[in-house]
């Protein structure tokens, strides 16, 4: 350990950036895990967004424009901008508090910060969809361009 020790000091002298990355990249991980552990939100994968559907009478919230949404989107699913949600303007979705929540966007990569925000906005069971409205087309699932 008594050699160890001095060589470690000099690898870490010569190569300063690389241990300053390696020490970030370790808290980065350790920060996303935490995070992950700590959410209200789980990411879901499609079939479980079916099973909510029918078996919880879960609702779907689709965050994505209004003109991506016009163009396909999930069976009975409220349209509600990020900004919506963000500034609290959430009237179409106050009665479903109680209720699963499902929020989508393009690609779930957007959908999970508007589900903090509506978990933190007191909805009990929120949810993000994983690959969102693309992962859902792509597994050749249906999407509706006008709800009936």
């Not at 990020?82 to 989508?104: A, F, L, Y």
């Given at each position: 350990?008594?050699?160890?020790l001095?060589?470690?000091?000099?690898?870490?002298?010569?190569?300063?950036?690389?241990?300053?990355?390696?020490?970030?990249?370790f808290?980065?991980?350790?920060?996303?895990?935490?995070?992950?552990?700590?959410?209200?939100?789980?990411?879901?994968?499609?079939a479980?967004?079916?099973?909510?559907?029918?078996?919880?009478?879960?609702?779907?919230?689709?965050?994505?424009?209004l003109?991506?949404?016009?163009?396909?989107?999930?069976?009975h699913?409220?349209?509600?901008?990020?900004?919506?949600?963000?500034?609290?303007?959430?009237?179409?979705?106050?009665?479903?508090?109680?209720?699963?929540?499902?929020?989508?966007?393009?690609?779930g990569?957007?959908a999970?910060?508007?589900?903090?925000?509506?978990?933190?906005?007191?909805?009990?069971?929120?949810?993000?969809?994983k690959?969102?409205i693309?992962?859902?087309?792509?597994?050749?699932?249906?999407?509706?361009?006008?709800d009936k």
């Amino acid at each position: 350990m008594q050699e160890f020790l001095p060589m470690a000091t000099a690898f870490a002298k010569n190569h300063t950036l690389m241990v300053i990355s390696w020490i970030a990249v370790f808290f980065l991980v350790i920060y996303t895990y935490f995070k992950a552990f700590t959410t209200k939100v789980k990411t879901i994968e499609n079939a479980e967004l079916v099973s909510l559907m029918n078996n919880k009478d879960a609702t779907v919230i689709d965050v994505r424009t209004l003109d991506e949404f016009e163009r396909g989107h999930i069976i009975h699913s409220i349209h509600l901008l990020p900004s919506e949600i963000k500034n609290q303007n959430i009237g179409k979705i106050e009665q479903h508090k109680d209720k699963p929540v499902v929020v989508v966007c393009a690609t779930g990569m957007a959908a999970g910060a508007s589900a903090e925000l509506l978990a933190k906005q007191g909805f009990s069971e929120v949810y993000a969809l994983k690959e969102g409205i693309a992962g859902w087309r792509s597994a050749n699932l249906p999407l509706v361009k006008k709800d009936k």
